[in-house]
């Protein structure tokens, strides 16, 4: 047992079992796999590690953690990866392991012997600067006994922070993790299902709401969340429970789509004054669908859908309305309509996934217009920060813009 270790191990295995509960607390499931590798991490001490998610006979990446390449960034800052996807063969540490539904243990990956059938692969090392040694894998396998992904974690560290060996223990603790892990993932997916049937049921009616929409969307969100809650010492329990919840209400922004005609969701051009209009209605109808609030998802969504298209200074709709049936409740007697929200009147759920729209729409094609270049989105975003958009949540955009633009290398539309 490696020296550093100072709980006994059924205070470690109870520790996992306690870190289960937290984990099927979260609902959405990229949020749950970020937390997964965090806490594995956490329970063999390693420096750092990825998570893959099987994509029929491929593995892609998800997500990438690295202590040691984290501490060279600003505060606040994420460190950023490139996505990429192998096909499950036996030719990487980590498709051997999807493969053969086995426990990968290295105690250095340059030194792997040469009668196994995988080597490491040493590119992303030469790019980053980074030496990884230990490398203990496992697949996250459901009860069924279907292989849902791999979790990866590397360079173990012992008490004084040298990297060391994962040993005999860390392969039991990561068992019981994996096993864990996985059954939160189950739920999660059931959760993320039932949502995608709602964006479907969308995306049938409205061309333009698929899937890497919505999913880059609801990403963007909860990027630009996390540098807003740094920028505003939001805790981190508060921002952890919030995110998750984000992630899955901006998923539904555009749902209320459903309540409207055809000719005018489908209509290949732009709407007339009166066509918009009753496109506008999408927001009170989607936040309807969730008058019945029973969770923090069904308020932020009811929120979300309602309050998008508001401006930060009072000129965006539909206001202050009655979400049963759209009717103003205070009006603005110049246009003789239902008075715009103005401010931090608009919840910062709204004030957030407006932003993410926006530069989602104007960065894709419609069929109504090309997509603009990403320097003419930059900069009509910064020409509306003030009026359209929260300042401070136009601020935590370009704080993280790479994060940005790297979800949207990740979610392509399948025309493009």
């Not at 205070?11 to 984990?23: D, K, Q, R, V």
């Not at 189950?186 to 949502?195: C, D, I, K, P």
Request: aromatic share 8%; proline share 5%.
């Amino acid at each position: 047992m490696k020296s550093y270790n100072k709980q006994s191990r059924e205070e470690i295995l109870a520790g996992i079992i306690e870190t289960e509960s937290h984990l099927n607390k979260i609902q959405d499931v990229d949020v749950l796999m970020e937390q997964i590798l965090t806490e594995a991490r956490r329970v063999v001490h390693a420096d750092a590690g990825s998570i893959y998610v099987r994509d029929g006979d491929r593995l892609a990446i998800h997500y990438a953690q690295n202590d040691t390449l984290q501490k060279q960034l600003p505060p606040g800052q994420k460190m950023l990866y490139s996505y990429f996807s192998f096909p499950i063969n036996e030719k990487t540490i980590a498709g051997y392991s999807a493969l053969t539904d086995q426990l990968v243990n290295e105690p250095d990956v340059y030194e792997i012997p040469l009668e196994k059938p995988y080597k490491f692969g040493r590119q992303t090392d030469v790019v980053s600067g980074y030496r990884t040694v230990s490398n203990l894998t496992i697949p996250l396998r459901t009860s069924g006994g279907r292989i849902l992904g791999v979790l990866q974690v590397l360079n173990a560290l012992d008490e004084s922070g040298n990297v060391t060996f994962f040993d005999k223990d860390d392969e039991l603790y990561m068992s019981h993790f994996a096993s864990n892990a996985t059954v939160a993932l189950e739920h999660a997916h059931l959760t993320r299902s039932m949502v995608l049937r709602m964006i479907k049921m969308s995306e049938l009616r409205d061309p333009k709401e698929t899937g890497p929409h919505v999913n880059r969307v609801s990403s963007y969100a909860v990027e630009i969340y996390d540098r807003w809650a740094f920028n505003n010492a939001i805790s981190e329990n508060e921002s952890k429970k919030y995110r998750d919840t984000l992630k899955i209400a901006s998923m539904l922004h555009d749902v209320g789509k459903v309540a409207i005609s055809d000719l005018i969701l489908k209509k290949p051009a732009r709407f007339t004054p009166e066509e918009y209009e009753v496109m506008q209605g999408h927001t009170w109808l989607g936040a309807k669908l969730f008058n019945e609030i029973e969770s923090p998802v069904d308020k932020i969504a009811r929120e979300v859908a309602l309050t998008h298209h508001e401006n930060w200074d009072g000129t965006g709709y539909p206001g202050a309305v009655r979400v049963e049936n759209g009717e103003p409740i205070k009006i603005n007697h110049d246009t003789g309509k239902a008075l715009g929200l103005k401010g931090e009147e608009i919840p910062i759920s709204g004030r957030i996934v407006a932003l993410a729209d926006v530069y989602d729409a104007l960065s894709c094609k419609r069929v109504y217009k090309e997509p603009w270049t990403e320097d003419k989105v930059l900069d009509e975003i910064k020409g509306l920060r003030g009026t359209k958009f929260d300042p401070a949540v136009v601020d935590a955009f370009f704080e993280i813009l790479p994060s940005i633009q790297a979800i949207r290398e990740r979610f392509p539309d399948t025309e493009e």
